[in-house]
Nanobody, 127 residues
Framework: QVQLVESGGGLVQAGGSLRLSCATS????????MGWFRQAPGKEREFVAA????????AYADSVKGRLTISRDNAKNTVFLQMNSLKPEDTAVYYC????????????????????WGQGTQVTVSS
């Protein structure tokens, strides 16, 4: 089984930066997608960013474009979320997710598309 472990969350002031990591273990795949989702208290889980593992193409929620960047390290089987210009609205638990097979790019944005999930890491942005 694929296991995902997020790290890098914390407390930052508005305008600050964080870098989240999602390390994978267990079985790896030559082609699948990985995504970041977030969930704030009382809110539904929402899409943040996704990346195709083999190709490196990316997708972002409109609310984070230009501020958050997803990337990967193939050798380490790790995906990152560089978070810049953070806003209080970014406060949430951030989850890493992995898809074990092919899906169309559009479905990267759908939580139910993913097969594996990490435990989440808290990001808090103060004003």
């Amino acid at each position: 089984q694929v296991q995902l472990v997020e790290s890098g969350g914390g407390l930052v002031q508005a305008g600050g930066s964080l870098r989240l990591s999602c390390a994978t273990s267990g079985r790896t795949f030559s082609y699948y997608a990985m995504g970041w989702f977030r969930q704030a208290p009382g809110k539904e889980r929402e899409f943040v960013a996704a990346i195709n593992w083999s190709v490196g193409s990316t997708a972002y929620a409109d609310s984070v474009k230009g501020r958050l960047t997803i990337s990967r390290d193939n050798a380490k089987n790790t995906v990152f979320l560089q978070m810049n210009s953070l806003k209080p609205e970014d406060t949430a638990v951030y989850y890493c997710a992995a898809k074990s097979g092919y899906i169309g790019t559009y479905y990267y944005r759908t939580a139910s598309s993913y097969d594996y999930w990490g435990q989440g890491t808290q990001v808090t942005v103060s004003s």
